[in-house]
């Protein structure tokens, strides 16, 4: 399984970016998805997460009301729509998933993920 994530960029603060990311080959039917960011210097931490359903998220305190994570099974995609981007954004952003994941769950810690993507950056300059 491989995860490939776009969409990052380099923006200026206030601005908007979408960010993809795409699950390819074997393929478990059912999974719950994440977005995880890693600044330089700093650990891995969480941002958004989305259960297989779609109708349960999570947000990291830092980014609730400017981010906002979706999926569109039918195209096999999940977004992260960052808004008012802030430069304490910049970082590169990792999209995980977790195969066999019941419809409704989503998870929260990164050790609950069993594929993750390359990264993308993104670069909010003030």
């Known amino acids: 399984v491989q995860l490939q994530a776009c969409g990052g960029g380099l923006v200026r603060t206030s601005t908007s970016l979408r960010l993809s990311c795409v699950p390819s080959g074997r393929t478990f039917s059912v999974y719950a998805m994440g977005w995880f960011r890693q600044a330089p210097g700093k650990q891995r931490e969480f941002v958004a997460a989305?259960?297989?359903?779609?109708?349960?998220?999570n947000y990291a305190d830092s980014v609730k009301g400017r981010f906002s994570i979706s999926r569109d099974n039918a195209k096999n995609t999940v977004f992260l729509q960052m808004n008012s981007l802030k430069p304490e954004d910049t970082a590169v952003y990792y999209c995980a998933a977790k195969f066999g994941a019941p419809g409704n769950n989503y998870y929260t810690d990164l050790l609950d993920y069993n594929y993750w993507g390359q990264g993308t950056q993104v670069t909010v300059s003030s």
């Open positions: 989305i259960s297989w359903s779609g109708s349960f998220t």
